[in-house]
């Protein structure tokens, strides 16, 4: 085949570092929109942002070029440093060290869409921390609690 084709949809959290509360909605949207335009550099483009004041949901198609590795580390990078700069925010702000990365199978994407979308109603319910222990089980990740949270 000469052409190589894919389309991959990744489901990407992480939270912020010792889940501070330091997302304040006067920046969420500047910093989706932030975000979206990193994915867009990085040929991963954006199907759905959401956040809750300690962490973040990001719905993307992975490109054929870029681990989701490297894609993760720039997202978190620039948009600290982008952060920083916003009034209202805390200068030591920072994300957690690691994140969770799960498939997404294309008849999900609205599902997964529909689900970031109400990240604040769903988090009255649920903590961030229940929210990926969940995560986690539902797609059989083995994990040890000490490294899950920094």
Known sequence: MPQSLAKIYVHLIFGTKNRQGW????????????????LKNWESP???????????????????????????EEIKK?????????????????????????SMSQSKVEDVKQYIENQQEHHRKESFQEEFRRFLKAYNINFDEKYVWD
Request: hydrophobic share 40%; glycine share 6%; charged share 20%.
């Open 46 to 72: 954006a199907q759905k942002i959401g956040s809750a004041a300690d962490h973040i949901h990001i719905l993307f198609m992975l490109s054929k070029n870029h681990p989701v590795s490297k894609i993760a």
């Open 78 to 102: 620039s948009s600290s440093k982008w952060l920083k700069t916003k009034d209202g925010i805390n200068p030591k702000f920072q994300w957690q060290n690691g994140y969770g990365a799960f």
């Open 23 to 38: 997302l304040e909605d006067s920046v969420r949207e500047e910093l989706h929109s932030y975000l979206a335009a990193i």
